[in-house]
């Protein structure tokens, strides 16, 4: 039997997943992603020097800021009590890869807050930037790992 898609209804229709009936657990998820730039303009960030200011801090509060409504922007996402975000963005060879982790104690997860705390960390720097470079790319957005739950620890293959 196939696994069912939580969001929808027996006739297909779209609806908000009933959680009242689950236990209240502490849960972590962690997602990544990264902007891809070149060597250049990445030191350009790393110094502090792009036009717009500091493009790593603004990423980080755009982060934090997107984790929390994340269900503004989501459908059927729950509003949640948030306890923590964290946003960790380091260079490599490639340009910036931006780290969330988002911590509630609840009746359901926060993927949803880590993957969107990415993108939108991502898209912050891509906007910072952008005059100096336009080809850079935002890719590779995914859930690391997820802890709690009734489904219990998930940790993505390397």
Known sequence: MAP???HLGKSGEARMVDVSAKD???????????????????DLVLKGDA????????????????AKRTHDLI?????????????????D?????????VKVTGQTGVEMEALTAVSVACLT???????????????GIHLVEKRGGKSGHYRAKE
């Open 125 to 139: 720097i891509y906007d910072m930037v952008k005059a100096v470079e336009r080809g850079m790319t935002i890719e």
């Open 4 to 6: 069912k898609l939580t």
């Open 24 to 42: 209240v657990t502490a849960r972590v998820a962690t997602a990544e992603g990264r902007v891809t730039m070149s060597r250049a303009t990445l």
């Open 51 to 66: 036009k717009k200011g500091d493009v790593l801090g603004a990423a980080r509060i755009a982060g934090i800021m997107a």
């Open 75 to 91: 459908p059927l996402c729950h509003p949640l009590p948030i306890t923590k975000v964290e946003i960790a963005i380091e260079p």
């Open 93 to 101: 060879k490639k340009g910036l890869v931006v780290t969330a982790t």
